[in-house]
């Protein structure tokens, strides 16, 4: 065996560091590839995570104007101020009763001012509210302020879970009761139960009150101080629940990827998830997806056991071939004994050359498929920025919606009181304003179609005005809600420039949104965008009036996944994609901060009139 070893000290030194090196590897590999699938899992669980809160923030805002509508109605004032008056309460319940039926919501009914139910919706049901004192509730204490409350709670009458929106009744500056809409969210966890979503939202208490699990329900994620469970018990928020204990055993915290929680619901159940959470303060709520990592395990030991295999393959193959290179070296050595100095220099210039040609082959192969997946990321960039986009609009675009649905259901109401009492102008008044709404709706699914649309590669004359009053238009409703003031200095008949109209949008939309999102905590809020004319150029610049950009960031500004937004609020993929854009379209665009503040990002495009000019010229010249 020694002897053995002493004529092979090659294979036996490859044999001895395969040993050694192996379990290092093998430990790497399982923490690699543990980490790369967390992160893939993660990546999945943030896309649901954010439509999960926007789905939930659609839902509520879809109801909360309703209450403030309903305030202004005179009858409300005029039944609080006489309760006794038996035709007007029974007016009120049918009419509460109508409008519940319409929204859709579980309960609507009107408090007085020391909380008594005087109308409801339910009036006619076995358990009406009528007769029933709330004033304990939070959402009519918040109501009786002045403000618009709102509430998560079980219901004390009805048994049944729902969040309320609760609105003051005035008259002359005065409080006289409130109007409470009490809808439900049972439907979306029905959806995060069929598609499988494991997710739970938990009050500022850490109790869970929606959950796609029934289980999991009326738990709490931590214990619970006794003042805490005083004021639950006070409000009757979740009535006689016991709030048990929903524990988390262990918690390891991810870069970026949330935490890795290890539950245990039950005294026989434990499982570990990857878990993602976002806050809604406006409701002062957590929501979290909980994503069961058991498929993790399984993937992570076929990882182990391919890269074990591939190294036994590998080391079977470097003892194979290193016993050969012995063999020829053996072999060589009696050959160049009967070999001339010349024929040793001819054979070594030889070999020098077949590498040297063979690493050549190998830098070209490499850098033809480096060409190749640099091409095949750009494209992706492109396509991933654009739903990111689209994903950001489509909170404002619900918003801006759901207010003219809002309008027109309620101007329909109206019209029908109106024409049940026969007053037809104003039925007529009710009609045109519906229409105009309607119109508006209408313009807005007309510039969304407009960015959606499958972009061209081909590169053909566009109008930069036209894309820039289109683009313009889809940021109509947060222009209007942040008091941002738009200072346009373009030409009549804006010039023509060398590019795709959808591509050329999708640039405009992400520095046009870059600069609103800049000016979020500015007094001064005002977007100018100029477009100008040089020689075969058009120069368009868009200046905010935000903080402008630190001079450390500027050279990264265009880098894919750079950002100095803070986390949630995007990818670091918009200038990058646009960057990519402009350079498509034979272009250019920089960065750079005004001498008055705030930052400017100049694009120069080519001009079309100047290609058809050229081609005159060639054409002449020919």
Not at 156 to 161: D, G, I, L, P
Request: glycine share 8%.
């Amino acid at each position: 065996m020694l002897s053995f070893i002493k004529a092979n000290r090659p294979l036996a030194a490859l044999v001895l560091l395969g040993a050694v090196l192996l379990p290092v590897l093998l430990w790497q590999t399982w923490i690699w590839s543990q980490r790369t699938l967390l992160d893939r899992l993660g990546e999945g669980a943030r896309s649901t995570l954010e439509l999960t809160v926007a789905n939930l923030r659609g839902e509520l805002r879809k109801h909360e104007i309703l209450p403030q509508i309903l305030a202004t109605n005179e009858d409300f004032a005029r039944l609080l101020t006489d309760p006794s008056n038996p035709p007007l309460l029974n007016s009120m319940n049918r009419y509460l009763e109508f409008i519940n039926g319409i929204a859709g919501t579980l309960d609507t009914y009107i408090m007085d001012a020391s909380g008594l139910t005087l109308a409801a919706s339910n009036w006619n049901a076995e358990k009406p509210f009528v007769g029933e004192n709330f004033s304990y509730r939070p959402y009519f204490q918040q109501a009786m302020r002045g403000g618009l409350g709102r509430y998560f709670a079980l219901g004390t009458t009805s048994n049944k879970r729902g969040y309320y929106f609760a609105y003051p009744v005035r008259r002359d500056q005065e409080i006289l009761g409130a109007v409470v809409v009490k809808m439900s969210l049972a439907s979306l966890e029905g959806t995060w139960a069929r598609h499988g979503t494991a997710v739970i939202v938990t009050d500022p208490s850490g109790v869970i009150f929606l959950s796609s699990n029934p289980d999991w329900r009326f738990k709490a994620l931590q214990p619970l101080a006794p003042e805490e469970l005083e004021r639950i018990a006070a409000s009757r928020q979740y009535g006689d629940a016991k709030l048990a204990p929903f524990p988390a055993i262990s918690r390891q915290p991810l870069d970026g990827s949330g935490e890795l929680v290890r539950y245990q619901p039950t005294a026989s159940a434990e499982a570990e998830y990857l878990v993602q959470s976002a806050d809604m303060p406006e409701a002062g709520w957590r929501v979290q997806i909980l994503t069961d990592t058991a498929a993790i395990g399984s993937q992570v030991t076929s990882a182990v056991i391919l890269v074990a295999f591939a190294c036994l393959v590998v080391v079977l193959s470097a003892a194979y071939l290193m016993q050969r290179r012995i063999n020829l070296r053996e072999r060589m050595a009696l050959q160049r004994q009967a070999q001339d100095v010349l024929e040793t220099t001819v054979r070594e210039r030889t070999a020098d050359l077949l590498q040297s040609n063979q690493r050549l082959q190998r830098e070209i192969g490499d850098r033809r498929a480096a060409e190749a997946e640099l091409r095949q990321t750009q494209a992706e960039l492109i396509q991933a920025g654009k739903l990111a986009a689209l994903g950001q609009m489509s909170v404002g675009i619900s918003h801006e919606l759901n207010q003219p649905l809002a309008a027109i259901r309620s101007y329909a109401d109206n019209a029908q009181i109106l024409l049940a009492r026969e007053r037809g102008e104003e039925v007529k008044s009710n009609l045109q304003r519906i229409t105009e709404v309607t119109g508006r709706m209408a313009e807005i699914a007309k510039h969304l179609n407009t960015f959606a649309r499958k972009p061209q590669q081909r590169i053909v004359p566009v109008s930069l005005s036209a894309a820039l009053d289109e683009t313009l238009a889809l940021f109509n409703a947060r222009l209007a809600a942040d008091g941002v003031e738009v200072v346009k200095t373009v030409p009549d008949r804006g010039p023509e420039v060398l590019g795709g109209p959808v591509r050329l949008q999708q640039v405009l939309l992400n520095l046009i949104k870059n600069a609103l999102d800049a000016m979020d905590g500015s007094a001064d809020r005002r977007l100018r965008i100029a477009v100008e004319t040089a020689g075969d150029k058009a120069i368009l610049s868009v200046h905010d009036s935000g903080p402008g950009i630190d001079t450390a960031a500027l050279p990264q500004i265009f880098d894919p996944f750079f950002t100095t937004k803070q986390v949630g609020r995007g990818l670091g993929l918009g200038l990058s994609i646009s960057y990519n854009i402009v350079k498509d379209f034979g272009g250019s665009i920089r960065a750079e901060n005004h001498p008055d503040g705030g930052a400017v990002f100049t694009v120069e495009l080519r001009r079309a009139a100047a290609l058809e000019t050229t081609g005159a010229r060639s054409a002449q010249a020919g």
